[in-house]
T-cell receptor, first 114, second 114 residues
Framework: AQKITQTQPGMFVQEKEAVTLDCTYD???????LFWYKQPSSGEMIFLIY??????QNATEGRYSLNFQKARKSANLVISASQLGDSAMYFC???????????FGRGTSLIVHP | EAGVAQSPRYKIIEKRQSVAFWCNPI?????LYWYQQILGQGPKLLIQ????????DSQLPKDRFSAERLKGVDSTLKIQPAKLEDSAVYLC????????????FGQGTRLTVV
């Protein structure tokens, strides 16, 4: 079974608008961490934001925020005020406390147009 | 702080040849990962080291892939003999430890097997 599911292969957003990238996860562990990474065309994976399973507040990092709904097992990334430089692949990932092994989703391609 | 260094950036080899990739993690990071990322997919963990010990190598095709991390610092990943389906980007990442810490990635090595 897929541990991380990203159902949107591609998303388009207009510059300066907000966009939500979906991520659902599957785990029976109580302790786990959820991560979002950005991968521009250069190939490097860039860490964006982290949410721990015990964190009661949604994580925020600048223009990035994570909409964490634990009961629904979803961890959607919200990018506010999109910029042209946000065009990239975005990956959701999870590390379970029991296994320590990080698992990535298939990614969502985001294109920001002027 | 220097990031994760990988070399080479690009490699083209013929099938049945051998190839090796090198990774130097961020100083002090005990955990090192090798991922395989096939075009259009998310990264797949091949092997995870904690210092110089293997934490998980369940997805490493051990008949042709090998990896080592001598002295708990640098690591090499080898493929021998290569197959066409090994064409991918090989990403090295490191983290300072626990399940709630993010991984930092290198720029990857793009391998093309012809």
């Amino acid at each position: 079974a897929q541990k991380i599911t990203q159902t949107q292969p591609g998303m388009f957003v207009q510059e300066k608008e907000a966009v939500t990238l979906d991520c659902t996860y599957d785990t029976s562990d109580q302790s786990y961490g959820l991560f979002w990474y950005k991968q521009p065309s250069s190939g490097e994976m860039i860490f964006l934001i982290y949410q721990g399973s015990y964190d009661e507040q949604n994580a925020t990092e600048g223009r990035y925020s994570l909409n964490f709904q634990k009961a629904r097992k979803s961890a959607n990334l919200v990018i506010s005020a999109s910029q042209l430089g946000d065009s990239a692949m975005y990956f959701c990932a999870m590390r379970e406390g029991g296994s320590y092994i990080p698992t990535f989703g298939r990614g969502t391609s985001l294109i920001v147009h002027p | 702080e220097a990031g994760v260094a990988q070399s080479p950036r690009y490699k083209i080899i013929e099938k049945r040849q051998s190839v090796a990739f090198w990774c130097n993690p961020i100083s002090g990071h005990a955990t090192l990962y090798w991922y395989q990322q096939i075009l259009g997919q998310g990264p797949k963990l091949l092997i995870q080291f904690q210092n110089n010990g293997v934490v998980d190598d369940s997805q490493l095709p051990k008949d042709r892939f090998s990896a080592e991390r001598l002295k708990g610092v640098d690591s090499t990943l080898k493929i021998q003999p290569a197959k066409l389906e090994d064409s991918a980007v090989y990403l090295c990442a490191s983290s300072s430890g626990g399940w709630n810490t993010e991984a930092f990635f290198g720029q990857g090595t793009r391998l093309t097997v012809v």
